[in-house]
C-alpha cells in the first residue's frame, strides 16, 4: 500500500479469484470454467481480417449483439446490456443503485463480490444466514429494505429458488432493485428473463464466461427494464464505453448464433454431474442439490483442506473456502466425463490410504 492510497480503500477485503496456476497442466475443476472449447463459428470468427480490424475502436453499443441476444431471449434490443464480463455489471450495479445511501441485501454464503462491490461503493450491506440445508429462504428477502442480490443457482451451493418464489420477491420489492444473478441458470435452471415484462425492478445478470465457453473473453449481460438498462449505460459511458473489445464482440455474436452447440454442451454436463453426485454419495460425501456446473461436497471422513490438498497433489484442482461454516465443503467444477472418472478415481485412492 503507498501513502497515497486513498483511506476509504485502505481497509477493502479484495476478492480472491481461484487459481489460474501456470506451473503444470492439472485437471481444472476451481473456477467453474467450460471442460468444452468455443463452437466452431467462433473459432472462425477470430480471423486475420478482424485482427487487422483491432486498429479500430469497436461499437461502443454492441449492436450486433444485442440484437442477437433481444432474438435469443424474446426481448427488445433496449432491454440489454453488455460489459467486460459480469463482475463489472454487477460492481456497476452496486454504483448505479446503492453508493453509501441504499443497503444491499444478499446471502451470508454467496458469491464473495457482492461483498467487496458493496464495500468498494461504500455501500451498507446485510448478509442473511441461509438455512441448514444450505438453500435460501425466500422469504428473508420479500420487503426487504434496499437493493436484493440474489445468485440463482446460488454460489457455492447450486441450490436454486424457484421463480415462484423469486416472483413473490419481485412482488413484494415494488420499489427495490432485485438483481438475480443468473451465471449458472444454463445448467437446469430456470431464467426468470420472461419477468421483466412484467417487474420494472428486476435486473437479469447472465455471463459468457460459465455456459458458453468464454471465461477468457470476458463478457456478461444484463437483462431489464429499459430505464435500468440505461442507467447502466449511464454508468458505463462515465468509465469506459469501450471495454467490449473487438474480438470479444466477433467471438459472442457466432457463439449466440450457434446456441444449440451450447445447450448441447451443458446437458452433457448436466448428466455428466449427475453421475458424479451419485458416485460421491455412494462414497459418503454429502452432496447438495446442485442445478448448476458444479458440486459442492463435504467427505464425511476427511476435513474439507485436506481434502482438496490430497487432489492437488494428484493434479486435480477444486475449490477450497476458508469461511468457518463451509471449510468443510469443496466445490468441484464438473468437467469432461473422462476428466470426472479420473477425479472418481483419485477420491476412492483418497478414501483408500485412509483405510475406509
Ligand atoms: C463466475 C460468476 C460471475 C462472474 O462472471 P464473469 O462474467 O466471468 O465476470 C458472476 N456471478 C457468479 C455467481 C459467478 O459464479
Redesign the pocket.
Known sequence: MSKFLNKKYENLEVYTPGEQPQDMQYIKLN??ESPYPPSPGVIKAINRPEIENLRLYPDPECNVIKEKLAKLYDVKKENVYLS???????NFAFIAFTSGETTAIFPEI??G?YQVFADLNSAPYKKIPLKEDFSINYKDYCNAEGMVVI?NP???TGISLSIDEITEILETNRDNIVLI?E??VDFGGESCIPLIKKYDNLLV??????SRSM?GA???FAIANEDIIKDLERIKYSTNPYNINRLTMKAAEAAIDENDYYMQKCSEIVSTREKTAFELKTLGFTVLPSLSNFLFVKSNEIDGETFYKELKSRGILIRHFTTETIKDFNRVTIGTKEQMEVFIKEVKEILKERGK
Do not use: C, E, W
Open positions: 473456477t467453474n467486460n464480463g459480469s463482475d463489472d455489471i454487477l454467496t458469491y463480490f445468485a446460488n454460489a457455492p444473478d451465471a449458472y445478470v447472465q455471463t459468457f464466461s460459465k471465461a470476458r463478457l456478461g
